[in-house]
């Protein structure tokens, strides 16, 4: 259960989800081939080709996700850097959030699964709904990390929460 809510597929689920349905092979079918082309023309500026989408992060989310929103949403992208020894007080967001570590470690709690979990640099990790948590900094290295979150407009990235499990 270490990894049980980690996740970068859900950032093309929730794309495809505000941006209408998905078309075959953009979610991983394996019946038609999704590699990216190779760029035939140099980037404008200083000549060298454009960069392809590098994958940062991955993991999985074991219980099915179905994601709504009852109007407009706002899909936002931010960097965070959390240094050693930091902890990031209880919070929930009204939204959706999926994290990808891709530098040091972070420890995530989530209410009603109390079991610290540990992700690393490579690592992705999905906040449903309003679901209260907590990830801090166990490691010796400043945790960096991309943050997306998916929520209606003029909604706040989060709120504070009454902590839900006991101190680790």
Do not use: K
Request: glycine share 8%; with cysteine; proline share 12%.
């Amino acid at each position: 259960m270490r990894r049980t809510a980690r996740m970068l597929v859900v950032l093309a689920v929730a794309a495809a989800t505000v941006a209408g349905c998905a078309q075959p092979g953009q979610l991983g079918d394996p019946a038609e081939d999704t590699a990216a082309p190779a760029p035939t023309a140099p980037a404008a500026g200083d000549g060298s080709p454009p960069r392809l989408p590098q994958l940062l992060g991955s993991g999985l989310v074991e219980d099915p996700l179905q994601i709504r929103t009852p109007g407009p949403a706002v899909y936002s992208v931010r960097t965070a850097s959390i240094p050693p020894g930091i902890a990031i007080g209880w919070a929930l967001h009204p939204g959706t959030e999926t994290t990808i570590v891709t530098a040091g470690s972070v420890t995530l709690q989530l209410e009603n699964a109390c079991d610290p979990v540990t992700y690393e640099a490579g690592d992705a990790l999905f906040i449903p709904d309003a679901v209260p948590h907590t990830l801090r900094n166990d490691g010796d290295t400043t945790a960096e990390l991309v943050v997306a979150y998916l929520l209606a407009p003029g909604a706040p990235d989060q709120l504070s929460a009454p902590a839900a499990c006991p101190a680790a």
